[in-house]
């Protein structure tokens, strides 16, 4: 039996409050947050002891929207997957949904098996599966294809990902593409919007037929043209957030979003409908300098954490990390932190079904952080195992 006694830390509880004592874990579950009763203590005997001094203590970060992170991709394979779960735990996340754009060439479908069969040997960080951007999208971006809705290669999709497909992104506006957002709510694997044009009507008919979710809003969200002089257009965005079935993602690194554009979500749909993401890839937690990519160019990390063409400086993905991310929105939005927080913990969480993540209470899986008042982590537990200690200076 493995124990852990966390002292002396401001438990986070996100969306709920911010309070002050002790957590002790055992075998992978928080059993008790702030006084340990004296049975507790008497029962549990020689646990490992962190003494946080006073410092923040949250659930782990969930990100469902990266590609990579410092040299490695998800999409390389079992190996890249491997590589980059081993880094995540010094960027305070937990759980991770490992984002693919499928690449529609001979092979692609083995490949995306060999990476979905390789998930239950991480052990580093808990991955519930793949999140696949594509390829059923009417506006391509970021190499994305845009093939029409397909209920035959989306049943092949889902064998070849054997179970661990765990969201799929598509375009509300893709031709055929109800069919596919039906299928894949009976499958009960989350549908997320993006990379559209879509008119108020067709992002109305992709909530109704069960999409939740749309992810890097704003991003690949293009406003509809002006048909009257003066009268502003309305699209996807204001139907999305109008609308109280779906929950948004932003990349928040400043450059993808501007901090007003989150702020106006949450006034729409409160903290609980506003999540975090990296969409990050090569470079993500990386010092600034140039790094090379299997794309043929090398990209350009500057300190903003915004990715960029190395040569021709145009946005190339995110290099933003969750911490840096969980930082910014701390600086940005005028709310509870323990409402922020929410926003990388418990809303991903519930977004997956993942009910007993993103909490910090007895009875949840004890995936924890210990921040330094530098809003680093200091130490990463994914079950009650460390994952990451920031060595000693
Ligand atoms: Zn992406």
């Not at 060439?105 to 991955?127: C, F, M, Q, T, Y």
């Not at 109008?242 to 690194?253: L, N, Q, S, Y």
């Amino acid at each position: 039996m493995s124990a852990l006694l966390i002292r002396q830390v401001r438990i986070v509880n996100p969306g709920r409050e911010i309070t002050s004592g002790d957590v002790l874990v055992r075998d992978g579950r928080i059993v008790a947050v702030g006084t340990v009763p004296g049975s507790l203590r008497a029962e549990v005997r020689n646990p490992t002891v962190i003494e946080g001094a006073g410092r923040l203590l949250t659930p782990g970060l969930i990100d469902l929207h990266t590609h990579g992170v410092m040299h490695s991709l998800y999409e390389s394979g079992p190996d890249g997957l491997h590589a980059a779960a081993r880094e995540l735990g010094r960027f305070g996340v937990t759980t991770v949904l490992p984002t693919i754009v499928p690449q529609i060439r001979d092979g692609w479908l083995e490949r995306l098996a060999s990476v979905a069969a390789a998930i239950p040997s991480v052990r580093a960080v808990n991955i519930p599966g793949l999140h696949l951007e594509g390829p059923f999208m009417a506006v391509g971006g970021a190499a994305c294809p845009t093939l029409p809705g397909d209920l035959g290669l989306l049943e092949r999709i889902i064998a070849a990902c054997g179970g661990r497909l765990a969201a799929m992104s598509l375009s509300p506006d893709a031709p055929n593409i109800l069919p596919v957002i039906a299928r894949l709510r009976e499958k009960r694997i989350p549908a997320f919007l993006t990379h559209t044009r879509a008119s108020v009507e067709q992002t109305e008919a992709a909530l109704t037929a069960g999409a939740t979710h749309a992810t890097h809003f704003y991003d690949v969200f293009y406003a509809p043209p002006e048909t009257d002089p003066g009268v502003r257009p309305v699209g996807v965005v204001e139907a999305v957030l109008a609308d109280p079935r779906a929950t948004v993602d932003f990349i928040a690194d400043g450059v993808h979003v501007h901090p007003t554009a989150i702020r106006a979500a949450v006034a729409a749909k409160s903290f609980a409908g506003v999540i975090l993401i990296t969409d990050s890839n090569i470079g993500a937690g990386l010092p600034p300098g140039t790094y090379d990519t299997p794309w043929g160019y090398p990209v350009r990390v500057s300190p903003e954490t915004a990715a960029r063409h190395a040569t021709n400086n145009t946005l190339a993905g995110s290099a933003l990390t969750m911490d840096r991310g969980m930082a910014n929105l701390l600086g940005w939005l005028d709310l509870p932190p323990e409402q922020i927080w929410a926003m990388g913990t418990l809303n991903p969480a519930r977004l997956l079904g993942l009910s007993h993540k993103g909490r910090l209470e007895a009875g949840a899986d004890a995936d924890l952080v210990l921040w330094n008042d530098d809003l680093r982590p200091a130490q990463t537990w994914l079950a009650g195992n460390c994952t990451y200690e920031k060595a000693a200076r």
